[in-house]
């Protein structure tokens, strides 16, 4: 079946920082790959999607890009604030199916001043 | 502001009670879906409605039901609850297939449930 995988947090990091956020995922064909942020409190936000191998999402100074050949939509930012504290979702929707998405475990982030 | 709502933010109840989550979709959305979150599951699809019908299934219990009303709100229905029912429950909305955004699937703020 379809799976993501996401780096073990939590992450700490000073603002400025630069942030990576490993996914890796498990699926037949072609998924569209996404990264979900849950700020405390509150609901899921899309950040940044691809649908296919290559593209590049990019959103509020993040970035990740839809590498086929290493199964992988690593999450990355330049500098980090500490408005970016948060938990990171990788999720991937099937090509085929109805359009579940299927989620890592996600990554807590927390910045410091 | 996503624009899909769901109600009511809390609830609290007791074990083996039966309770009621409403979620109202974007407008024009025609699916819905539902997630839980939990600390040791994380965050799972439970069931996918569409224009009204059942269209997919996860880890649902058999405990659990869904609906999908003519006005494309939808409930879950949650019986006979156990603690390990507690958890925040997600409902989602995505636009018609072949629409503008059709892959994105926009998260209401949840319905954190608490079973004491």
């Known amino acids: 079946g379809n799976s993501v995988t996401q780096m073990e947090g939590p992450v700490t990091l000073s603002e400025e920082a630069f942030l990576t956020i490993n996914c890796t995922y498990t699926?037949?064909?072609?998924?569209?790959l996404f990264w979900y942020v849950q700020y405390p409190g509150e609901g899921l936000q899309l950040l940044l999607k691809a649908t296919k191998a290559d593209d590049k999402g990019s959103n509020k100074g993040f970035e990740a890009t839809y590498r086929k050949e290493t199964t992988s939509f690593h999450l990355e930012k330049g500098s980090v604030q500490v408005s970016d504290s948060a938990v990171y979702f990788c999720?991937?929707?099937?090509?085929?199916?109805?359009?579940?998405?299927?989620f890592g475990q996600g990554t807590i982030l927390t910045v410091h001043p | 502001d996503s624009g899909v709502t769901q109600t009511p933010k809390h609830l609290i109840t007791a074990t083996g009670q039966r309770v009621t989550l409403r979620c109202s979709p974007r407008s024009g959305d025609l699916s819905v879906y539902w997630y839980q979150q939990s600390l040791d599951q994380g965050l799972q699809f439970l069931i996918q409605y569409y224009n009204g019908e059942e269209r997919a299934k996860g880890n649902i219990l058999e405990r659990f039901s869904a609906q999908q009303f003519p006005d494309l709100h939808s409930e879950l229905n949650l019986s006979s609850l156990e603690l390990g029912d507690s958890a925040l429950y997600f409902c989602?909305?995505?636009?018609?297939?072949?629409?503008?955004?059709?892959?994105?699937?926009?998260f209401g703020p949840g319905t954190r449930l608490t079973v004491l």
């Open positions: 999720a991937l929707r099937a090509p085929t199916g109805y359009g579940k998405l299927t």
């Open positions: 699926a037949t064909g072609y998924p569209s």
């Open positions: 989602a909305s995505s636009p018609t297939p072949g629409g503008a955004g059709y892959n994105e699937q926009f």
